[in-house]
């Protein structure tokens, strides 16, 4: 049966009428539409709201108008809550015809059908069809799919968001304040503003108020541990990572990867990537990531995500891989591919808003909430270069703020001069924030000029903020060395070190990428000297890959 057909509901109280009727119906219908039918009132309103959770479409009713539970025009009339559209039929006997002719009027009654209606070429269908083509004239599809219902400027829709757009699931965005049909899936399920978010599932199921593990369980992701041991774990999911994984699976290595928020990284969140070999038009980072994750997951690798990792130890020569809900996975290697976070802003009022007007990195999901909108972006780096010009698109105009002179020596040549040609976006140099003010999100920005100190209080409905990078190294508590920000020193970098010489126990050198803990090795811009560059990640990533090789075959 096609799933994606519309339904028509039929309801009778006595089993042999409704078993009549779905028999003609069927026979004529069957192609077109779905029919469902049942003989008690609150099993078919159960069902609506079921269909309706899933965005089902039911193109009529057909109720018998005397049932003991409730009268059909009364049927009717809550049918309508859910299914405005839907033509409406009442089943009567000839004594009922007064009532139908009432409900006309009352449930703006389609048509009313006395029984019997044998033949049904005659009497049902020449009627049917001409209401269900009527039906069909005005009909448009419903979004099919994961609809997440909230507010435009709460960081916990946000971060729904976030999370559905990073794993490339499709969902429908329902603003509670300015859309109709999430008022409707909120009073149909009794639900009211302080349960948002909410995200309906395809199965007619919803949560409200969820944790990302909790959707993530929903739509089958964060699938459990297969293996007592791999052969190496990976930890991050961007492009060194991902190469990472596809290298040690292709190379026949029982490969886990783990990611904290959804596979891609910072690359994922690229608006256009516009460097990467092979690809002479450029790639935005969410196809890459689409292409990468397929790659991996063919050749097989195991993915975990959502689920971060929060501790790595040593134990009888295996390292065991501690994640967030403490699961412990065992595995003889490891390659870290955490990457970078971006700095947070602390000036006065940012942390306050944000996920609610002020976003770090480059928040696609929220690019097109920002139409008509005046944008800010502090940072001169390619990635708030990328950010302006994909948000000029939507904004009415974009701001960018630095601290410089100008972009010459943080920005590539390219985006500078593509910056330079749009006319919405403006760049405000020797300028920095001194303050972020708004009710419950960003409402303005106080600017100061950096020479002069002159303050200047500016409209701003979206702040996104680029500066800066802070490794993902924090959590590591093994002695694995680190610069002084935090990036991880590998291979010859070490022997620089003072604390290398105490760690380091092996008769060998540490290999290109391996960190100051044998069988721990480090790829991407998570490391030390890193190119900070999505090619080079993913080389790095696969250089990884081999020696973990040679690690695996001392240790045998
Ligand atoms: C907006 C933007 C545009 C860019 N454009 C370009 C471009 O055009 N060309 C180019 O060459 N480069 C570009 N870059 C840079 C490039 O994206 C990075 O150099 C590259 O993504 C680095 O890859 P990575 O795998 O080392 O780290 P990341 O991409 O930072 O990935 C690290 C991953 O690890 C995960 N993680 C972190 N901690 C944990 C943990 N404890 N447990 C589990 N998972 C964890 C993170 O969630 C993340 O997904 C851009 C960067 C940005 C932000």
């Given at each position: ?16 009428v409704?078993?009549a ?15 469902i ?11 609506l ?10 193109a009529m ?21 859910y ?14 015809t007064?009532a139908?002719?009432?409900?006309i009027n009352s ?35 419903d979004f ?17 968001k ?5 794993n ?12 109709e049909?999430?008022g409707?899936l ?11 978010p909410?995200?309906f ?14 959707i ?37 290595l ?25 690809f ?11 292409r990468a994750?397929?790659q ?9 995500t959502p ?13 065991k ?12 290697a490891?390659?870290?591919t ?6 947070q802003?602390?000036?006065?009022g ?37 950010a302006?010009?994909?948000?000029s698109?939507?904004?009415?105009n ?15 040549a ?32 106080i ?10 209080e500016?409209h701003?409905?979206a ?6 990078a802070k490794?993902?190294?924090?959590w ?25 010489k ?8 540490p290999?290109?990428l391996?960190?100051s ?10 490391r ?7 090619a080079a990640?993913?080389?790095e990533g ?15």
């Amino acid at each position: 049966m096609n799933q994606n057909l519309p339904y028509i509901l039929c309801i009778d109280d006595d089993p042999q009428v409704l078993r009549a009727l779905v028999r003609d119906l069927k026979s004529q219908y069957r192609e077109q539409y779905r029919i469902i039918s049942t003989t008690v009132i609150s099993e078919a309103l159960e069902s609506l709201l079921e269909l309706r959770n899933k965005g089902e479409i039911v193109a009529m009713f057909i109720s018998d108008q005397r049932m003991p539970e409730m009268e059909g025009v009364d049927f009717l009339e809550r049918a309508m809550e859910y299914y405005p559209d839907a033509r409406r039929v009442l089943l009567t006997a000839y004594s009922d015809t007064d009532a139908a002719i009432k409900a006309i009027n009352s449930v703006q009654l389609d048509y009313y059908l006395v029984k019997p209606w044998s033949p049904p070429e005659e009497r049902l269908y020449p009627v049917l069809d001409d209401l269900l083509g009527n039906w069909q004239s005005v009909y448009r599809p419903d979004f099919r799919g994961i609809k997440v219902v909230g507010y435009q400027f709460s960081p916990k829709s946000h971060s729904v968001k976030d999370f559905l757009a990073g794993n490339l699931i499709p969902y429908q965005w329902l603003d509670v304040q300015s859309s109709e049909e999430a008022g409707k899936l909120m009073s149909l399920n009794n639900l009211s503003q302080k349960d948002v978010p909410l995200v309906f599932f395809e199965d007619g199921t919803f949560l409200s108020n969820p944790s990302i593990i909790d959707i993530a369980h929903k739509v089958g992701l964060n699938p459990q541990v297969k293996l007592d041991v791999y052969d190496v774990v990976i930890i991050g999911a961007g492009p060194a990572g991902l190469a990472a994984g596809v290298y040690g699976a292709s190379e026949g290595l029982k490969t886990l990867l783990i990611e904290r928020r959804a596979p891609g990284g910072q690359a994922g969140t690229s608006s256009r990537i516009e460097n990467y070999l092979g690809f002479p038009s450029g790639l935005s980072g969410s196809e890459l990531t689409r292409r990468a994750i397929a790659q991996a997951t063919r050749l097989g690798t195991e993915f975990i995500t959502p689920q971060s990792v929060k501790d790595i130890k040593q134990k009888d020569g295996y390292k065991k891989v501690i994640l967030e809900d403490g699961t412990e996975i065992n595995t003889r290697a490891v390659i870290i591919t955490t990457g970078v976070d971006y700095r947070q802003l602390e000036t006065k009022g940012v942390p306050d808003f944000t996920g609610a007007g002020v976003y770090y990195g480059a928040a696609m999901t929220e690019a097109s909430a920002c139409t008509g909108m005046e944008v800010y972006i502090v940072g001169g780096g390619n990635s708030a270069g990328q950010a302006a010009m994909y948000l000029s698109k939507f904004a009415k105009n974009v701001h960018i703020i630095i601290r410089r002179e100008d972009l010459s020596s943080t920005m590539s040549a390219y985006l500078i001069e593509q910056i330079s040609g749009v006319a919405n976006i403006t760049l405000h140099p020797k300028t920095e924030i001194a303050e972020a003010k708004g009710s419950d999100r960003l409402g303005q920005l106080i600017l100061c000029n950096i020479d002069t100190k002159e303050q200047q209080e500016v409209h701003a409905d979206a702040l996104y903020i680029f500066i800066g990078a802070k490794p993902f190294t924090d959590w590591i508590a093994l002695d694995i060395i680190k610069d002084e920000k935090g990036f991880i020193k590998t291979g010859g970098d070490l022997h620089n070190c003072e604390a290398f010489k105490r760690i380091w126990k092996q008769d060998r050198d540490p290999y290109l990428l391996e960190t100051s803990c044998p069988g721990i090795f480090a790829a991407g811009d998570v490391r030390a000297q890193a190119m900070n560059r999505v090619a080079a990640a993913v080389g790095e990533g696969s250089m990884a890959i081999s020696f973990v090789h040679k690690y695996l075959s001392e240790v045998k």
